[in-house]
């Protein structure tokens, strides 16, 4: 009986491993990809659905998960809030404000950006310029306002990159200039107490909309070095986490100097490779190591069949690009060579980015249809999940065998826990 009962800890010991936060909102991994398995293929509004929660209005926010806690950047009306959720009730647990200025912009409004946790403490941007910290019974540890403080954002679409965590701090960039002539910026903010520990200039050649970015920033590691990655104005840059001194940079995202290539598609890393879309051609792929400008030198493979708005998703062998149209390619994601090229997934709209997890590709449009397709080198689609047409802008999380979806109608957790 002793011997069983070690058995069932140990069985029991391993399933809690195997279940994954969904920490930031390109997942655990901050790259799209999640480890978890036997996750759901099929389902509707009604059918392999645990719960449904209402939401006031649409968003581009991701549902931050931590284990039996969800995390959302809500809009409802003028106001803005952050929202905690039970994970395994769908039910709300607290919310708490971050501010009024709430607008609409061409497709979201000031609830974009996504919060972050580190598992005891919940961080949060707003596209106001608001950033709070809060512990997960929703006391508020500290706040800022980074327009008050540093000046108005000067996007055209308004405000939408999240925050990085990184161990002890919070990196936030700013990058803009269609309605500004303020500097774009990076900065580093101890999450403990919302300090800055350092603000950078990170200069641009970029015109007119083109130093707007709408990315999050990346955090590269290879050997022991660490760098945080942005994108935007016309290039990519890596940077100094300890002093934001600027390390590298390579140009040629906007080869033609066209004066309308801002970027939404966040940079993203696999191993020792940068990949960094712009507005659908060129995306750049960088081996990771360069100093100074490495244009020239530090450019694995390029391709014009970028996305626009989806950020892409790699295993460090497939590289996965879905555009705002629903066609999908996938290439070597070290050598660039195409693997397939121009499939369609469900007609629509796409501005969510795709999840890999399970050996299936995830990627859900803007009328709130999830297309599930395998993973691997041969194009297949297995399954494409209706909501009700509902509109979706966020990009799926996945945690403890489930997949939860936002709309502008409902929060779904899919699948039975």
């Known amino acids: ?17 195997q279940a994954e936060n969904w920490p930031q909102w390109r997942g655990p991994s901050l790259n799209g990809v999640s480890n978890e398995k036997n996750l759901p293929v099929k389902w509707t509004a009604e059918e392999n659905v645990a719960w449904k929660l209402a939401m006031p209005d649409l968003s581009g926010s991701t549902p931050i998960i931590w284990r039996d806690r969800i995390f959302l950047n809500v809009a409802e009306g003028d106001d803005l809030f952050l929202w905690c959720v039970d994970k395994t009730k769908g039910e709300m647990l607290w919310k708490k404000p971050l501010g009024g200025g709430n607008v609409k912009t061409r497709k979201g409004n000031m609830s974009s950006p996504s919060p972050v946790t580190d598992g005891r403490n919940v961080y949060v941007m707003t596209g106001t310029g608001i950033l709070k910290g809060f512990d997960f019974n929703g006391k508020e540890l500290w706040s800022r306002d980074i327009q008050k403080e540093y000046g108005q954002f000067g996007l055209m679409h308004g405000y939408a990159s999240s925050p990085l965590l990184f161990e002890d701090s919070l990196y936030v960039q700013v990058l803009h200039g269609m309605k500004t002539d303020d500097p774009s910026y990076v900065m580093r903010i101890d999450k403990k107490n919302g300090k800055t520990l350092w603000k950078v200039d990170r200069p641009t050649n ?26 935007g104005g016309d290039c990519v840059t890596g940077h100094d986490p300890a002093t934001g001194k600027e390390l590298w940079r390579a140009n040629g995202l906007n080869p033609e100097n066209n004066p309308m290539y801002r970027i939404v598609a966040s940079p993203i890393i696999f191993n020792d490779i940068i990949y960094a879309p712009t507005r659908v051609k060129p995306l750049l792929a960088l081996k990771a190591g360069g100093r100074g400008d490495v244009t020239s030198s530090h450019v694995l493979w390029s391709t014009v069949n970028g996305p626009d708005v989806p950020t892409p998703v790699t295993d460090g062998k497939y590289f996965y690009v879905v555009n705002d149209r629903g066609i999908m390619w996938c290439f070597d994601a070290r050598t660039g060579a195409e693997i397939y090229g121009q499939q369609r997934i469900k007609t629509g709209s796409y501005s969510g980015s795709p999840v890999l997890a399970d050996g299936k590709i995830y990627v859900t449009s803007e009328e709130g249809v999830t297309t599930v397709v395998a993973a691997g080198p041969k194009f297949e689609v297995l399954a494409e999940n209706p909501l009700n047409s509902e509109s979706c802008l966020s990009s799926p999380a996945i945690s403890d065998g489930q997949i939860f979806i936002r709309t502008a109608q409902n929060l779904y957790a899919i699948g039975k826990k």
Not at 4 to 15: N, Q, T
């Open 1 to 17: 009986m002793r011997s069983l009962g070690v058995l069932a800890f140990l069985l029991f010991s391993f399933a809690i491993v």
């Open 206 to 231: 970029a015109i007119r909309e083109s130093p707007d970015s709408y990315t999050t920033p990346a955090l590269l590691r290879y050997g022991k070095t660490t760098e945080i990655v942005i994108t």
